[in-house]
């Protein structure tokens, strides 16, 4: 338990204007037969002694435990189901009908309820822009023709556009045989897009997203002996970065699923941010690259760029190698992490 000292104010039980400590909890809820930790935060009256949750705060802890259980099981949260509807300009109507669910069902989703496993594996196949273009192209009574061809266009610019430079990038880049170099993958785009997608959610430094997916690689082929994403990986001044990352990024830049904010800080560095505008698809990857990936992200959540960036200077695989030579994921069984 955790105490801190805060401003004044009226204590509805004792109805006196006292002091009042902050105190952080770590309390333990029973979710779907699993036990859920998280921190509550509650303030004391200094002069009752009572108890009340903080209300500057404004978190259910219910909320908080149903966001912490879908964390950890990689289930979808109600800002990612809410934010892709609205992204292709469905009404929570039109996508209960599309999904064969109920509005309210869908409504409960979007603010805060705890999605069952058939719910969850139904929506995230909906989130799939080939899967939702055969939802609406088959769908009777629920939009209007004119609506619907609209829809139809749009999702299907969208996915020619992403075809062809995909196309380009898999015939300059992609077609390297499975090897040490790739971690025996080929390069998977699908993976590789949305590894980007699932590491720079809530906005994500460049320089440390390169580390995160060098960790997330070699991690996995240290422990499976296979990459998650096919990438290789170059030996550069501030350490390990994907061979041709800028044009894997500046295609992401062009579908519209990232977005780049340039970040001044107080030394005078200036940094460029990549944060995801849509949420990854996860249904691509495996259960053991989302276990890595997910132990990646949090065991470096508190790192700054420099500080992986020190780390990484630490691995074998870049102290045996020089400037832009490619790092073979041989190193990962010698991997610091």
């Given at each position: 338990?955790?105490?801190?000292?805060?401003?004044?104010?009226?204590?509805?039980?004792?109805e006196?204007?006292?002091?009042?400590e902050?105190?952080?909890k770590?309390?333990?809820?029973?979710?779907?037969?699993?036990?859920?930790?998280?921190?509550?935060?509650y303030?004391k009256?200094?002069?009752?002694?009572?108890?009340?949750?903080?209300p500057?705060?404004?978190?259910?802890?219910?909320?908080?435990?149903?966001?912490?259980y879908r964390?950890?099981?990689?289930?979808?949260?109600?800002?990612?189901?809410?934010?892709?509807?609205k992204?292709?300009?469905?009404?929570?109507?039109?996508?209960?009908?599309?999904?064969g669910?109920?509005?309210a069902t869908?409504n409960?989703?979007?603010?805060g309820a705890?999605?069952n496993?058939?719910h969850?594996n139904?929506?995230?196949?909906?989130m799939?822009t080939?899967?939702?273009?055969?939802?609406i192209e088959k769908s009777?009574?629920i939009?209007?023709?004119t609506?619907?061809?609209?829809?139809?266009?749009?999702?299907?610019?969208?996915?020619?556009?992403?075809?062809?430079?995909d196309?380009?990038?898999?015939?300059?880049?992609?077609?390297?045989?499975?090897n040490?170099?790739n971690?025996?993958?080929?390069?998977?785009?699908?993976?590789?897009?949305?590894?980007v997608?699932?590491?720079?959610?809530?906005?994500?430094?460049?320089s440390?997203?390169?580390?995160?997916?060098?960790?997330?690689?070699?991690?996995?082929?240290?422990?499976?002996?296979?990459?998650?994403?096919?990438?290789?990986?170059?030996?550069l001044?501030?350490?390990?970065?994907?061979?041709?990352?800028?044009?894997?990024?500046a295609?992401?830049?062009s579908?519209?699923?990232?977005?780049?904010?340039?970040e001044?800080?107080?030394?005078?560095y200036v940094?460029?941010l990549?944060k995801a505008?849509?949420?990854?698809?996860l249904?691509?990857?495996?259960l053991?690259?989302?276990?890595?990936?997910?132990?990646?992200?949090?065991?470096f959540k508190e790192?700054?760029?420099?500080?992986?960036?020190?780390l990484s200077?630490?691995?074998?695989?870049?102290?045996?190698?020089?400037d832009?030579?490619?790092?073979?994921y041989?190193y990962?069984?010698?991997?610091?992490?």
């Amino acid at each position: 338990m955790k105490t801190i000292n805060i401003d004044r104010g009226l204590c509805t039980n004792c109805e006196k204007e006292t002091g009042f400590e902050r105190i952080i909890k770590e309390e333990t809820f029973n979710v779907r037969g699993e036990p859920i930790t998280i921190n509550v935060e509650y303030i004391k009256c200094k002069d009752c002694g009572d108890e009340v949750l903080n209300p500057a705060v404004n978190h259910d802890p219910f909320e908080l435990v149903y966001r912490e259980y879908r964390r950890k099981h990689a289930l979808l949260q109600p800002e990612e189901i809410a934010g892709w509807r609205k992204a292709h300009h469905l009404t929570q109507g039109e996508f209960a009908k599309l999904l064969g669910i109920g509005v309210a069902t869908i409504n409960r989703y979007e603010n805060g309820a705890l999605q069952n496993e058939s719910h969850e594996n139904l929506l995230r196949l909906s989130m799939d822009t080939s899967n939702l273009f055969k939802l609406i192209e088959k769908s009777e009574g629920i939009f209007s023709d004119t609506r619907k061809k609209k829809l139809l266009e749009t999702l299907r610019e969208s996915e020619d556009i992403s075809r062809s430079l995909d196309d380009t990038i898999m015939i300059n880049f992609g077609g390297a045989e499975k090897n040490n170099m790739n971690g025996f993958r080929k390069l998977d785009l699908s993976k590789l897009y949305n590894a980007v997608l699932f590491f720079s959610r809530d906005g994500v430094l460049k320089s440390k997203l390169n580390k995160l997916l060098f960790y997330a690689d070699f991690k996995h082929f240290k422990e499976y002996t296979l990459s998650i994403t096919g990438l290789q990986y170059a030996h550069l001044p501030y350490g390990p970065v994907p061979d041709n990352y800028a044009i894997y990024y500046a295609t992401l830049f062009s579908k519209g699923l990232v977005e780049f904010i340039e970040e001044s800080y107080p030394n005078g560095y200036v940094g460029e941010l990549i944060k995801a505008v849509k949420d990854p698809d996860l249904n691509v990857f495996s259960l053991s690259e989302l276990r890595i990936m997910a132990s990646v992200m949090e065991d470096f959540k508190e790192y700054t760029a420099t500080q992986m960036q020190e780390l990484s200077h630490k691995e074998k695989g870049y102290q045996q190698t020089s400037d832009g030579e490619i790092i073979s994921y041989a190193y990962a069984n010698e991997l610091n992490y």
